[in-house]
């Protein structure tokens, strides 16, 4: 299969999911960043995506989720992972540039990568609301041992999960912190699919969503979602805490998160970058 020519500047850049993250990047780039520009979205609801983008500098097309890559270079999938093969499958046979947030889908869905491989696209998964993916990329060059995630979210943040249902966890009302899983990233991402994209992208970065362990605790004591990686390797031993912000549109989502997109955006065209 030949593969596209490579993209002139400025990019085209279209928008899958206009919540608590494809909202704020849209806007971004409406503002204006250099070398890159904003050419489509897509929502569940077309006519209220057209409502919040009525105001933007250059109104752009709501199109279905399966059309933006016709019209983009680069597509940002920010949906819900229900939807996520639907802009996945078509950006990468269109050989254009994925940037996924819902990295936990991606993992039962690792076939797009060899997709990719074929038809000159890329993948890229954001750092979103996490630290330390860059040392945990460098310490995979080498020997990691062991790798473990410990999340806690006020319980608000968990609501809904399907792992919570299936196993009849309550967390309403809680007075305490409360472990509602233990498992392999792989089970955390299948459990919760809207709470741990941060779960699975970190196992991408490491040593595999199956060896790399999570925590997860409903915690009526914190405010912020709150993220501590513990890396045991023979390079680096290190542990690293972040509080994330939750969005006020979106408790599950870190305010971090959008701002994490919109760095990769610009570092598709950056002269200069910064990190591993």
């Known amino acids: 299969m030949t593969k596209p020519p490579p993209p002139t500047l400025p990019l085209r850049v279209a928008i899958g999911g ?17 070398g890159l520009r904003l050419v489509a979205v897509s929502a569940r609801d077309p006519g209220r995506a057209q409502a919040r983008i009525a105001g933007f500098r250059d109104p752009v097309p709501v199109l279905p989720l399966g059309e933006l890559a016709g019209h983009a270079d680069v597509v940002v999938e920010c949906a819900p992972a229900a939807v996520f093969a639907e802009v996945a499958e078509s950006t990468v046979s269109a050989g254009r540039v ?4 819902s990295v936990g889908a991606l993992l039962s869905r690792m076939d797009l990568v060899e997709r990719a491989r074929a038809t000159g696209s890329r993948i890229i998964v954001p750092t979103g ?6 040392a945990v990329r460098a310490a995979a060059e080498g020997e990691i041992a062991r790798v473990t995630l410990t999340t806690r979210k006020p319980p608000a943040g968990l609501k809904g999960a399907p792992y919570l249902d299936r196993h009849g966890i309550a967390i309403d009302g809680l007075t305490a912190p409360l472990k509602v899983f233990e498992g392999s990233a792989r089970e955390a ?9 941060v779960a699975a992208a970190l196992a991408l970065a490491g040593i595999g969503p ?3 362990t999570v925590e997860l605790w409903a915690d009526p004591t914190v405010t912020r979602n709150t993220h501590t990686i513990e890396v045991e390797a023979d390079s680096t031993r290190f542990a690293m805490t972040i509080e994330g912000v939750p969005s006020p549109d979106n408790p599950r989502t870190g305010r971090l998160t959008p701002l994490s ?3 990769t955006l610009r570092r598709l065209t950056a002269v200069l970058q910064v990190g591993t």
């Open 261 to 263: 997109v919109i760095a």
């Open 189 to 197: 991402a299948a459990g919760f699919p809207a709470n741990v994209n």
């Open 18 to 34: 206009l919540g608590a993250i494809g909202l704020p990047v849209a806007k971004r780039l409406d503002a204006g960043i250099d």
């Open 210 to 212: 199956d060896r790399t």
């Open 129 to 134: 609301a996490l630290l330390g993916l860059d």
């Open 98 to 101: 994925l940037v996924t947030l």
